[in-house]
Nanobody, 124 residues
Framework: QVQLVESGGGLVQAGGSLRLSCAAS????????MGWFRQAPGKEREFVAD???????TYYADSVKGRFTISRDNAKTTYLEMNSLKPEDTAVYYC??????????????????WGQGTQVTVSS
């Protein structure tokens, strides 16, 4: 089992920045690929970014490319640095973990481990 806990969400003005953290516990964190998703009210959960187990490869949704950066450290924490935030970035953000590359899942509901989510609200 892997337990994930997100933090760092909040209210920010458009153009501002936030950094989300995802703390992992349980099985060997270094074996797992990590990812971030988000879900806005009335919308489906969507992929935001992922990172490989060794941190050497990342992948981003087009909507956040160039503004968001995913990273991880050896202390079981994954980060999502969000810059130039827009009102349309408002959502609950979730981190996720899997042994396989998360962006390659055909159905994100199959990703095995999820955090509880953290709210990000961007005001215009």
């Amino acid at each position: 089992q892997v337990q994930l806990v997100e933090s760092g969400g909040g209210l920010v003005q458009a153009g501002g920045s936030l950094r989300l953290s995802c703390a992992a516990s349980g099985r060997t964190f270094s074996n797992y690929c990590m990812g971030w998703f988000r879900q806005a009210p009335g919308k489906e959960r969507e992929f935001v970014a992922d990172i490989t187990w060794n941190g050497r490869s990342t992948y981003y949704a087009d909507s956040v490319k160039g503004r968001f950066t995913i990273s991880r450290d050896n202390a079981k924490t994954t980060y999502l640095e969000m810059n130039s935030l827009k009102p349309e970035d408002t959502a609950v953000y979730y981190c996720a973990a899997a042994l396989a590359r998360i962006k390659d899942y055909s159905a994100y509901s199959r990703v095995p481990y999820w955090g509880q989510g953290t709210q990000v609200t961007v005001s215009s």
